[in-house]
C-alpha cells in the first residue's frame, strides 16, 4: 500500500483540483441550411446529415 513521504498542502490539493473544468461544445456549421450543430450529428433545423435529408421536418413545423 502506498504511503505518502509528505503532507500536500491545500493549495497543491485546490490547485489541482481546480483543472476539472466543463468545456463548451464544439458546434460546427450545417452545410445545408448554416445553422450550428453538434459535431456528427443530424442537424436539428433542417434534419439533414452528411448532405443528405435523413429526418423529415415537415411533420416537426406542422405541429
Known amino acids: 500500500m502506498a504511503v505518502q513521504k509528505n503532507k500536500t498542502s491545500k493549495q497543491r490539493k485546490h490547485t489541482r483540483a481546480a483543472n476539472w473544468k466543463i468545456s463548451a461544445p464544439n458546434l460546427s456549421e450545417c452545410p445545408n441550411c448554416g445553422e450550428l450543430k453538434a ?3 443530424v442537424c436539428p433545423n433542417c ?3 452528411d448532405g ?4 423529415d421536418m415537415s411533420e416537426k413545423k406542422a405541429d
Not at 443528405?52 to 429526418?55: I, Q
Open 39 to 41: 459535431s456528427h450529428k
Open 47 to 49: 434534419g439533414a446529415y
Open 52 to 55: 443528405k435529408t435523413v429526418v
